[in-house]
């Protein structure tokens, strides 16, 4: 995948989050699409966030179990970046309206 796809890729899923409409899977818009790809996606992604003045505040590790990873059709873990703004107070309300499928 090129930067201009994977550009594109990052405009996506950005979308998604202001406008709250969900997108296609990625791999469906842009097939080929690899893990490699995907992490640049999702730095590029949280470049963007960084940009706008949120902060990286930890990692989330996934699909640690073999069960999920044959589950997803993947061969190991995951990781993704968690920002100031994902977090919530223990015994407080969320709102559902804030996510696409909660």
Do not use: C
Not at 1 to 19: E, I, N, P
Not at 29 to 55: M, N
């Amino acid at each position: 995948m090129d930067a201009d796809a994977q550009r594109l890729a990052v405009d996506v899923l950005l979308g998604a989050y202001v406008s709250g409409i969900p997108v296609e899977p990625l791999t469906e818009k842009f097939p080929g699409l690899t893990g490699e790809d995907s992490y640049a996606i999702q730095a590029a992604q949280v470049d963007s966030w960084v940009g706008d003045g949120r902060r990286v505040v930890g990692h989330k590790v996934g699909l640690t179990s073999r069960v999920m990873q044959r589950q997803f059709g993947v061969d190991q873990p995951d990781y993704g970046h968690l920002l100031n703004t994902m977090f919530h107070l223990d015994g407080q309300p969320i709102a559902a309206s804030g996510f696409l499928q909660p």
